[in-house]
């Protein structure tokens, strides 16, 4: 006698969903569920606000988590490029204060009669806030004889 299950399971499937105890399907269903959820790689700036101003310990440590991890791949990306967008000097390592410094910066500079202010994606702030803050040189100009 065969299980029966939704058509589009395979019979491997529906014989191990099916076979497991109450909690091994709850864990099943609960990563199914948790693996359609949209990631966006992308946070903008009346998300970032909005979560800072929360009083949501996770949704704050998540922010904080994202920034640095968007800090440090933009600071990564930079050092394996030929142009450079940025220059920090060698000895500093830039951590998670100097990026929330540089975004919170770049968020208050931005002009808020532009209705659109808060729909830009904070990964946008802060190459610009970087570039600014850390300019690289100009390369001398040669003369030509």
């Known amino acids: ?7 589009w399971f395979s019979d491997r499937i529906t014989k191990f969903v099916f076979c497991c105890d109450s909690l091994m399907r ?5 990563f199914c569920l948790l693996a359609t959820v949209q990631l966006r790689a ?4 009346k998300d970032y606000k909005r979560i800072l101003a ?30 450079r967008l940025f220059c920090p000097s060698d000895n500093l390592g830039l951590v998670l204060g100097n990026y929330t410094d ?5 968020i208050a500079e931005i002009d808020k009669d532009d209705a659109k202010y808060e729909e830009i ?9 970087l570039a600014e803050t850390f300019p ?7 003369s030509k004889k």
Not at 26 to 30: D, F, L, M, P, S
Not at 121 to 129: A, D, E, F, N
């Open 1 to 7: 006698m065969g299980l029966a299950g939704p058509p």
């Open 26 to 30: 709850t864990v099943i269903v609960a």
């Open 42 to 45: 992308d946070m903008k700036v």
């Open 54 to 83: 929360s009083s949501d310990q996770g949704g704050i440590a998540f922010t904080k988590m994202f920034v640095n991890g968007l800090g440090d791949g933009i600071s990564t990306a930079n050092t394996m490029t030929g142009n």
């Open 102 to 106: 540089i975004l919170e910066k770049q």
């Open 121 to 129: 994606p904070i990964g946008i702030l802060l190459i610009r806030g």
């Open 136 to 142: 690289c040189p100009k390369p001398a100009k040669t």
